[in-house]
């Protein structure tokens, strides 16, 4: 197979800030308001990922990520890109900078989220599998997706 044919197979390259937002989430109320200032691009739908996915976020000052929480059988991993993001765990919170990864495997129940206590607002990737099943717990919330 010659290179040109190879890379024709390829999706085409994209700008990632062209994919369509969705602001915001399908949290019922009350919750909902804690990440009305969340913005996600689906890098990963954009060129027809299946096994994993890929968002590109971006948190306004003062916004979260999502409601603390984890999931039983998917993994998580974000990047940040820009700015700097305050994690919060069962443990502990941890203030997370740019070129900084944090990794959360499937079924270790230590609920998770990113605030944003900056001025200016983070970017950051998100990746996930999409393991089918996948429960996931808000342990602060009386709530539970399966």
Not at 11 to 25: C, D, M
Not at 45 to 64: I, K, M, T
Not at 71 to 91: A, F, G, K, M, N
Request: hydrophobic share 40%.
């Amino acid at each position: 197979m010659t290179a040109a044919k190879s890379s024709a197979a390829l999706p085409p390259a994209f700008k990632a800030r062209a994919v369509p937002p969705r602001i915001g989430s399908n949290y019922p109320d009350p919750f909902r308001a804690k990440v009305a200032a969340r913005v996600k691009r689906a890098l990963g739908d954009a060129v027809g990922l299946r096994n994993f996915g890929v968002n590109l976020d971006e948190l306004a000052p003062g916004a979260w990520s999502a409601l603390r929480h984890w999931h039983s059988r998917q993994d998580d991993l974000v990047y940040i890109l820009e700015c700097r993001v305050t994690l919060v765990t069962d443990e502990r919170e941890q203030e997370l900078g740019s070129g900084m990864a944090v990794g959360f495997p499937a079924d270790r129940a230590d609920g998770h989220l990113l605030v944003n206590r900056d001025d200016r607002p983070v970017v950051y990737l998100e990746v996930g599998d999409r393991s089918a099943g996948d429960e996931v717990a808000y342990p602060d919330d009386d709530l539970m997706v399966k």
